[in-house]
């Protein structure tokens, strides 16, 4: 293993850091590991990006088209709600 030092961290982060561990259970040597890891599981926001634009919708999305039919329900609702016949 390797030793890793981060300097110049606010007390109230510190603090706060902590504090969290301790809720959880652990020390904070294990909890910043912990939130390392998490991090580094998910992907970066260009590689997550890249990901989309490889792989298209199957369909194209019509954004009107759904617009279109979110109305029309909520309009027959409102009818509904209001005893109009449909």
Same mark, same amino acid.
């Given at each position: 293993?390797?030793?890793?030092?981060?300097?110049?961290?606010?007390?109230?982060?510190?603090?706060?850091?902590?504090?969290? &561990?301790? /809720?959880?259970?652990?020390?904070?040597?294990?909890?910043?590991?912990?939130?390392?890891? @998490?991090? %580094?599981?998910?992907?970066?926001?260009?590689?997550?990006?890249?990901?989309?634009?490889?792989?298209?919708?199957?369909?194209?999305?019509? &954004?009107? /088209?759904?617009?279109?039919?979110?109305?029309?329900?909520?309009?027959?609702?409102?009818? @509904?709600? %209001?005893?109009?016949?449909?």
């Amino acid at each position: 293993m390797v030793f890793i030092q981060v300097r110049n961290v606010e007390e109230d982060l510190r603090e706060a850091a902590k504090l969290r &561990a301790t /809720e959880l259970g652990l020390d904070l040597s294990t909890y910043v590991k912990s939130l390392i890891k @998490r991090d %580094l599981a998910r992907p970066s926001m260009s590689a997550w990006l890249n990901e989309v634009a490889a792989d298209p919708v199957g369909h194209p999305f019509d &954004a009107a /088209e759904a617009v279109r039919e979110a109305r029309e329900d909520r309009d027959g609702q409102n009818r @509904r709600n %209001l005893g109009f016949a449909e």
